[in-house]
């Protein structure tokens, strides 16, 4: 499978991580490493980036990618960076970039279950080890709990009417893959507009899936651990829920003096980037700096 990987924001990262020359840069959500290898041009061979990733294929491709001594990559949660680093014997960093959200190599391998087109099982899984799947979501979960999840992580309006649906049809038979779920809330919710009617879902369920909220959380805060005074984290988010979590972590603790701010509004992609990579026009790019 070959798959274009464009890293998003990629001009505007450097610029908000300002990486130095010899500095150690954490890259938390490493991918296909398109982010890392930028970072590589400005930090020398001196410099040393930790890429963590959940997921074990993007970690061979950015292994393949990215064949540098300066680059150690290792498989991780955002909660255990500072384990990781641990582990390395690295006591401080000078940045740390996370690029939230499902990859587009995660969404067009159909085996992995992201899709709605997949024929394959429900899955979702950014870690292949992890034995709860999306599977378990839709046919385990109680009417009032996948409503919440759908309301909470997919802002979806019509939760109700499309866990009926998930009910009344798994009072028949499990609902096994992708294509049968996004059939089942088409049906429910109607096609209407570009956007497909799960989408909304889908994202609810993948955030359940790999916890993502709580684990952002306790990345943000491992974060502050782990950077030198004067270090810099940055985040891109790609919905509103996540986004908002960023936004708030950074506000609180600008607020308490431990960061300063270096953006008083996310940055976003411009029309070019936009046209070229549609799948960044959601992005919001937020920056701040250890005091």
Known sequence: MTVEHLPVLLREVIELLAPGRGGIYVDATVGLGGH?????????????????????????????????????????????????LDSLDVRAVDGILFDLGVSMMQIR????????????????????????????????????????????YGEEYLAPRIVRAIIAERSRRTIDTCAELAGLISKACGRRGRIHPATKTFQALRIEVNREIEELKAGLDASLDVLKPGGRLCVIAYH????????????????????????????????????????????????????
Not at 138 to 144: G, L, P, S
Not at 250 to 255: E, F, L, S, T, W
Not at 262 to 286: D, M, Q, T, W, Y
């Open 240 to 291: 509103s829920l996540e986004d908002r979590v960023v936004k708030n972590f950074m506000r609180d603790r600008a607020k308490e003096g431990r960061v300063r701010l270096l953006v008083k509004k996310p940055v976003v992609p411009g029309a070019r980037e936009i046209r070229e990579n549609p799948s960044s026009r959601s992005a919001k790019l937020r920056g701040a700096e250890l005091t």
């Open 109 to 152: 391998d159909l085996a992995r279950g992201f899709s709605f087109n997949s024929e394959e099982r429900l899955d979702m899984r950014m870690d292949g080890s992890q034995a709860f799947s999306a599977w378990d979501v839709v046919n385990t979960y109680d009417e009032k709990e996948l409503v919440r999840i759908l309301r909470e």
């Open 36 to 84: 890392s290898e930028e970072i590589m041009k400005t930090i020398g061979r001196e410099g040393r980036i930790i890429g963590i990733d959940r997921d074990e294929r993007a970690l061979a491709r950015a292994a393949g990618r990215l064949a540098d001594e300066r680059m150690v990559l290792r498989k991780g949660r955002f909660s255990e960076v500072k384990t990781i």
